[in-house]
């Protein structure tokens, strides 16, 4: 059973900074790509950044220049370094991952940004 287990999340004010680490396990062959994605209290999920199995990137416009994404792919893993926090940032984000032929899910995990 494959599952992507997300950490890090929590509560920072203005400014602040968090680093989201996502790990995947179970059975799969391979990690095609891997991403985060968040979604805010009435609001549809939205993407916030990827990375392909080549680190090859893509952020969203409202992330750029503060959220970094990051993989070690010997450790299954996936980051996102978020800096420069602000209040619209809160919500939860999800750690996506294409594992062979197949999509999966985090759990999610809770961000709060205080002003």
């Known amino acids: 059973q494959v599952q992507l287990v997300e950490s890090g999340g929590g509560s920072v004010q203005l400014g602040g900074s968090l680093r989201l680490s996502c790990v995947a396990s179970?059975?799969?062959?391979?990690?095609?790509?891997m991403g985060w994605y968040r979604q805010a209290p009435g609001k549809e999920r939205e993407l916030v950044a990827t990375i392909t199995s080549a680190e090859s990137t893509n952020y969203a416009e409202y992330v750029k220049g503060r959220f970094t994404i990051s993989s070690d792919n010997a450790k299954n893993t996936v980051y996102l370094q978020m800096n420069s926090l602000k209040p619209e940032d809160t919500a939860v984000y999800y750690c996506h991952g294409r594992l062979s032929h197949y999509d999966y899910w985090g759990q999610g995990t809770q961000v709060t940004v205080s002003s």
């Open positions: 179970g059975m799969f062959f391979r990690i095609v790509a």
